[in-house]
Nanobody, 116 residues
Framework: QVQLVESGGGLVQAGGSLRLSCAASGSTFSIDTMGWFRQAPGQQRGLVAD???????NYADAVKGRFSISRDNAANTVYLQMNSLKPEDTAVYYC??????????WGQGTQVTVSS
């Protein structure tokens, strides 16, 4: 099993930046894709960005050009650099990993609030 611990959320003004981190432990050797999802009140959880072991990235249209995902495989950590934040980016952000068998693991979530 994989355990995930997120950090870096908080309150920021519109136009500001935040960096989220997610450290994985446990069966990290099996991890393929690492990513971030978010869920705003009354909305479904959706993909923000992900990155596979080859470094290939995928972004939601709403964050392209503003957010950047990266990973440190040696440290089993994935990062999400969020720039030019908007009030509509306000949500709980969840770290996610998918292993080579397709099993998902989730973090506990970290709140990001962007004030206008």
């Amino acid at each position: 099993q994989v355990q995930l611990v997120e950090s870096g959320g908080g309150l920021v003004q519109a136009g500001g930046s935040l960096r989220l981190s997610c450290a994985a432990s446990g069966s990290t050797f099996s991890i393929d894709t690492m990513g971030w999802f978010r869920q705003a009140p009354g909305q479904q959880r959706g993909l923000v960005a992900d990155i596979n072991t080859g470094g290939n990235t995928n972004y939601a249209d709403a964050v392209k050009g503003r957010f950047s995902i990266s990973r440190d495989n040696a440290a089993n950590t994935v990062y999400l650099q969020m720039n030019s934040l908007k009030p509509e980016d306000t949500a709980v952000y969840y770290c996610n990993t998918v292993d080579q068998k397709g099993h998902n693991a989730w973090g506990q979530g970290t709140q990001v609030t962007v004030s206008s």
